[in-house]
């Protein structure tokens, strides 16, 4: 069964994507720098990543929730890219409502997932400057690893029921959605049942689980900012608050896209299409594309492993030519 098609009359049992309603003559345009945040985001998390699992000295509870947070970047970063980049480029627009489905369920379990790997780095911040001394012997490498584990599992728990729901949920095929990718409060219009009842269950689900989840992270900036200004020395507050820094980045930039995005479809009926679009987009690629670089440049350690990775790799590849070239003196000389 093919997942898209470019017909623009889709049956029953499919929806129409939409990337930029009105600009759809300029897509291959705007796929450009579409693909370059895409590539920003893939390239960036797996540099991330793989410097946090190669370096030891990064083997520390703070780097692997970051390792946590780039695994989430890139699941969802993945999930969404056949679908954006086949609307812009092959304006492939029709796309089943099975996938769309299961598109939907990926896209918010990893949007879950965020949030609460946010949390376990809130936490962990909240550890190491109100209780330095209790940091070490608390949080240690099993402990993140529980701590990982309780994420997973609490997904798992929240998701499946919603899964279920669905499940025996008709949908009216044929229709238009407002982004390139499946959102829930998007579909959800579409169903024959009543919309409102399926759309505030979503509502319900994302203010009870991003909702707990960011009171928990303001919560414990509170208490974070409360030992800081107990600290007499300026120049300790300043490192201290330095290194919550990249944390409050990654938070801003991933729940005031969900937020404002969510508020647009369920209560803003009037909302332009290619507003919601924008939103959509910013939703999807901001926290994936700006987190590396976040990190990477605020983060001395990162920032410093990443460039002792490409010095190696630039040192490697000089010797390996220094290698080639003499070999093959070598040979002429041989030969001649």
């Known amino acids: 069964m093919l997942i898209f098609n470019n ?80 609307v812009l480029w092959f304006h492939a627009r029709e796309i089943s409502i099975k996938v769309c489905l299961i598109q939907m369920f990926f896209v918010h379990g990893f949007s879950f997932l965020e949030s609460s790997v946010l949390v376990a780095m809130a936490f962990d911040r909240y550890l190491a400057i109100c209780s330095p001394l209790k940091y070490a012997t608390f949080l240690t490498d099993m402990m993140s690893f529980v701590i990982g584990l309780i994420i997973c599992i609490r997904q798992v728990v929240f998701m499946f029921p919603s899964v279920m729901a669905v499940k025996s949920v008709s949908f009216q095929g044929g229709q238009e959605l407002s982004h390139p990718f499946c959102f829930h409060p998007d579909i959800i219009k579409f169903t024959y049942t009543n919309p409102w009842i399926s759309s505030f269950w979503g509502m319900f689900l994302q203010l009870y689980l991003n909702g707990t989840d960011l009171l928990f992270i303001l919560f414990s900036y509170v208490l974070i900012l409360r030992t800081v200004l107990n600290i007499v020395a300026p120049q300790k507050q300043q490192k201290a608050l330095s290194t919550c820094v990249c944390h409050i980045c990654a938070v801003t930039i991933f729940y005031v896209p969900m937020i404002t995005l969510s508020v647009a479809h369920r209560l803003f009926s009037s909302t332009p299409r290619v507003i919601c679009s924008i939103l959509g987009n910013m939703y999807l690629l901001l926290p994936p594309v700006l987190n590396p670089i976040i990190y990477s440049l605020k983060t001395k350690v990162i920032r410093q492993a990443i460039f002792q990775l490409f010095r190696f790799k630039d040192a490697r590849g000089y010797i390996m030519r220094s290698l080639r070239g003499r070999w093959a003196r070598r040979r002429q000389f041989s030969s001649t």
């Open 7 to 86: 017909t623009t009359s889709p049956s029953s049992s499919s929806f129409l994507l939409t990337a930029f309603p009105g600009l759809e003559l300029a897509h291959v345009w705007i796929s450009i720098p579409v693909c370059g945040l895409y590539t920003i985001a893939l390239l960036g998390n797996s540099i991330i990543l793989f410097v946090i699992i190669i370096e030891r000295s990064l083997h520390k509870p703070m780097y692997y929730f970051l390792s946590m947070l780039s695994v989430v970047d890139l699941g969802l970063t993945i999930t969404t890219l056949p679908t954006v980049l086949g």
